[in-house]
């Protein structure tokens, strides 16, 4: 069956990095349009980046220039850089996937669990 599993998540100081992992298994995460999310407390979820087949990216504006979203096929995992991380960073991040290209809107059909990240 399709599972999303994150990791990665962790503490880090203000400026710091982090990189966020999401192992795909029951599917071909190369043939899913695939984007990471994430809930701050008393939140709604946003998107923050998502990646279509041919690697074309989108991110929110909040992470511009700060995150990377990246995908490797062999390894069928999606991954998430984060640099110069701020407070308002914090968050549980979900990587999500669907055959239809959502970009930073909701719907995706498959979701992680979540991974937390935490910058003070």
């Known amino acids: 069956h399709v599972q999303l599993v994150e990791s990665g998540g962790g503490s880090v100081q203000a400026g710091g990095s982090l990189r966020l992992s999401c192992v795909a298994s029951?599917?071909?995460?190369?043939?899913?349009?695939m984007a990471w999310f994430r809930q701050a407390p008393g939140k709604e979820r946003e998107g923050v980046a998502a990646i279509d087949h041919a690697g074309n990216t989108t991110y929110a504006y909040s992470v511009k220039d700060r995150f990377t979203i990246s995908r490797d096929s062999a390894a069928n995992t999606l991954y998430l850089q984060m640099n110069s991380l701020k407070p308002e960073d914090t968050a549980i991040y979900f990587c999500?996937?669907?055959?239809?290209?959502?970009?930073?809107?909701?719907?995706?059909?498959?979701w992680g669990q979540g991974t937390q990240v935490t910058v003070s």
């Open positions: 999500a996937a669907d055959r239809c290209n959502r970009q930073l809107a909701g719907g995706y059909s498959y």
């Open positions: 029951g599917f071909s995460a190369s043939e899913y349009y």
